[in-house]
């Protein structure tokens, strides 16, 4: 599956903006999207997820804020994001691996998009 992330860009602190991660080349709805977001000099680390059926978590850092969903039929996965703080400035990417078990690491994605640049200013 090839996945194509869009939506980043610059916005001031408390702002909101919303990451698309439009997919394509495979059944949409039998993955597993992910998001995880990489600043400079730092690891990249899990933001959020949505499971084929819909279940959402979050990393404690984003939760209350930021909201993840899909439209299948689209086969798009959307990253909602409200309250941006200079700290949410990083790279994003989406991710996504065969529908199981939920998971947070990196290693366990198979498919990733090109990331997007999300700059939140003080």
């Known amino acids: 599956v090839q996945l194509q992330a869009s939506g980043g860009g610059l916005v001031q602190a408390g702002g909101s903006l919303r990451l698309s991660c439009a997919a394509s080349?495979?059944?949409?709805?039998?993955?597993?999207m992910g998001w995880f977001r990489q600043a400079p000099g730092k690891e990249r680390e899990f933001v959020g997820a949505?499971?084929?059926?819909?279940?959402?978590y979050y990393a404690d850092s984003v939760k209350g804020r930021f909201t993840i969903s899909r439209d299948n039929a689209k086969s798009t996965a959307y990253l909602q994001m409200i309250s941006l703080k200079p700290e949410d400035t990083a790279v994003y990417y989406c991710?996504?691996?065969?529908?199981?078990?939920?998971?947070?690491?990196?290693?366990?994605?198979?498919?990733w998009g090109q990331g997007t640049l999300v700059t939140v200013s003080s």
């Open positions: 080349g495979r059944r949409f709805s039998s993955y597993d």
């Open positions: 949505i499971s084929w059926s819909a279940y959402t």
């Open positions: 991710a996504a691996k065969l529908a199981g078990y939920g998971s947070t690491y990196p290693s366990d994605y198979d498919y």
